[in-house]
């Protein structure tokens, strides 16, 4: 079974602070996603990466940067943490980059209290 | 860019009876559409898929259907059960630029009354 990682479920950091959500996953697929959760706006993807040291905008990628540095490990940044930015943020990976129909597999989510 | 509506964002059924929740998406290019099932604590996993060369697909309880002309696609569930709470997200895929874009709808809250 595809594994998904996330290094925290829940976090309370201060504003004005540097955070990093790292996710990890065990299937050596190509493509990683970070997506926030919102209620009623459902999931939105911030950034995604479909190799290593590559990288994409998503449709929400101000505040945040990410790192990929190994295929395995994908890392979320938000450089100066700010109240707007509590939420869910969910880690997803899939297998192939150039084809439509790919499943994506989450990670349980990081629950983000900026304060 | 694609946009993904969904309906509704909260539905409550007695179990055994079934549900029906409804997308519509914008983008004529979407090819694949996943349903994804969200339950409390967890991430989303994938219940259901379906391609746009198939107008319906069924896997024991669940069921997906797509119109295309219309927009249109819809996950039912028959034989509502207890564990069938959770919320229940669409998407819209196509390939854009070479990657993979998938647009997610707002979530369905499912709630089965035993």
């Known amino acids: 079974d595809v594994k998904v990682t996330q290094s925290s479920r829940y976090l309370v950091k201060r504003t004005g602070e540097k955070v990093f959500l790292e996710c990890v996953q065990d299937?050596?697929?190509?493509?990683m996603f970070w997506y926030r959760q919102d209620p009623g706006l459902g999931l939105r993807l911030i950034y995604f990466?479909?190799?290593?040291?590559?990288?994409e905008k998503g449709d929400i990628p101000e505040g945040y940067s990410v790192s990929r540095e190994k295929k395995e490990r994908f890392s979320l940044i938000l450089e100066s943490a700010s109240t707007n930015q509590t939420s869910m943020y969910l880690c997803?990976?899939?297998?192939?980059?150039?084809?439509?129909?790919?499943?994506?597999?989450f990670g349980p989510g990081t629950r983000l209290l900026v304060l | 860019g694609e946009n993904v509506e969904q309906h509704p964002s909260t539905l409550s059924v007695q179990e055994g009876d079934s549900a029906v929740i409804k997308c519509t998406y914008s983008d004529s290019a979407s090819n694949y559409f996943p349903w994804y099932k969200q339950e409390l604590g967890k991430g989303p996993q994938l219940i259901i898929d379906i391609r746009s060369n198939v107008g319906e697909k069924k896997d024991q309880r669940i069921a997906v259907t797509l119109n295309k002309t219309a927009k249109h696609f819809s996950l039912h569930i028959t034989e509502t059960q207890p564990e069938d709470s959770a919320v229940y997200f669409c998407?819209?895929?196509?390939?854009?630029?070479?990657?993979?874009?998938?647009?997610f709808g707002t979530g369905t809250k499912l709630q089965v009354i035993p």
């Open positions: 299937m050596d697929h190509e493509n």
């Open positions: 990466s479909y190799d290593v040291k590559m990288k």
């Open positions: 998407a819209a895929s196509h390939l854009s630029g070479g990657y993979q874009k998938v647009t």
């Open positions: 997803a990976s899939s297998l192939i980059r150039r084809l439509a129909g790919e499943t994506q597999y």
